[in-house]
């Protein structure tokens, strides 16, 4: 057999070589290369427009844009530092909520669709409650209407963790129009990207102007500060490749649905193997490739399956797993058992490669190495 191709979890997509040359071509004349220059700028307005929201803030990524966001929003100045999250994320979300000081309240996950369970964030509550930070888990759409309701009652922030879902929509609206923020990363692994970038998208002018400031080490005026902020700015040929890229989107989105699609049909007819098909009303950005599988039924292990396709030089990823809640790097703090149904899934789940150009014959191999997985062992 011929060497095969490694076949890694994603791809990067890039505009040709000469789009991006035509892109950054200016900066040579306008030696203008970061602080908010004109690439940063329209990439801004193009993006908000494209999310339909009235702020975009760009940054250097986004794990540094959901941080930024919860200093600006002043989460735990008022002495309620606790926060209701999801444990089935990745590590970035977790750690910005520890690393600006708050605690983390780990709240199950739905069996369905893997977002927070709002029927068991109630119980979570105390008196020193300020925000939920749900992800859009894979670009699925949390119950944006009951957390809305939840954060109402017990005037709570809510800050989305949307980095896996930007251009999703539900029943038309954008996904980015919930909750007081949500952060969407630019990084290059996903959908839309910028190389490494972040924004924060919402609705109020003057947390705009906070985010600004503290982005720009807390700057307020050429001889003020009134934060003790950091770096966090995007520079210009990120924006430039973000500009590039943002022209092809849609296209991107597209091929991936067909890519998506090509899995599913195999996939569903397998015992034991749950894929996430979008759920009614949603207009997916076919981001990632979850699929789980259930031993006793499937009759391997989705470690076996992990183990087979690496044995096929093909890479998946064990997305998410384990915990954020299980990380050493917490001491021990927190205790999974409590989340069992996120416990579950990081057990069983598997991502398998998906990017817009991965071609049908590779997805019908990969389907194929699966199954026979489920029947050899
Ligand atoms: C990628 C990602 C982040 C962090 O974004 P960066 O741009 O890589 O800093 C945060 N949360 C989730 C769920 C992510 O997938």
């Not at 939840?150 to 980095?163: E, H, R, S």
């Not at 966090?232 to 590039?244: I, S």
């Not at 991502?351 to 191999?365: H, K």
Request: charge should be negative.
């Amino acid at each position: 057999m011929p060497e095969q191709q490694k076949i890694l979890v994603t791809r990067s997509s890039m505009p040709s070589f000469e789009e991006y040359c035509e892109e950054i071509r200016d900066l040579w004349d306008t030696r203008w290369l970061t602080n908010s220059g004109a690439k940063h700028e329209r990439l801004k307005a193009e993006i908000a427009q494209y999310l339909n929201v009235p702020h975009a803030d760009l940054f250097v990524n986004g794990h540094n844009a959901l941080e930024c966001v919860i200093e600006a929003l002043e989460l735990g100045k008022d002495g309620r530092t606790e926060v209701i999250t999801t444990p089935f994320t990745f590590i970035s979300t977790t750690n910005a909520i520890v690393r600006k000081g708050l605690t983390p309240v780990f709240c199950d996950v739905k069996e369905n669709d893997y977002t927070l369970d709002p029927a068991k964030i109630e119980a979570l509550i105390t008196p020193k409650t300020c925000a939920i930070v749900p992800v859009h888990v894979y670009g699925n759409v949390c119950d944006v209407d009951a957390i809305a309701a939840i954060a109402k009652k017990y005037n709570l922030k809510v800050i989305y963790d949307a980095a896996h879902a930007f251009g999703v929509r539900v029943n038309g609206e954008g996904v980015a129009s919930f909750g007081d923020a949500s952060m969407f990363s630019l990084h290059a692994t996903k959908v839309f990207h910028s190389i490494e970038g972040g924004l924060v998208a919402h609705d109020s002018d003057e947390l705009s102007v906070r985010l600004s400031q503290w982005r720009n080490y807390g700057i307020t005026s050429t001889e003020t500060a009134d934060y003790v902020g950091g770096n966090l700015k995007m520079n210009e040929f990120a924006a430039a490749m973000g500009l590039c890229n943002l022209r092809h989107l849609e296209g991107e989105i597209v091929k991936r649905k067909v890519v998506c699609e090509r899995y599913w049909d195999a996939l569903e007819q397998l015992p034991g193997v749950k894929v996430c098909r979008p759920a009614e009303g949603i207009q997916s950005n076919y981001a990632y490739l979850p699929v789980v599988f259930d031993p006793q039924v499937f009759g391997a292990t989705r470690d076996d399956v992990c183990d087979a396709l690496a044995a096929n030089n093909i890479f998946a990823r064990k997305y998410f797993y384990p915990l954020t809640s299980d990380f050493a790097c917490y001491g021990g703090a927190f205790d999974s058992s409590l989340t069992p149904v996120a416990k579950r899934l990081a057990g069983q789940v598997l991502t398998l490669p998906l990017y817009a150009d991965l071609s049908l014959e590779d997805v019908d191999r990969i389907c194929s190495i699966v199954s026979q997985v489920g029947k050899a062992c």
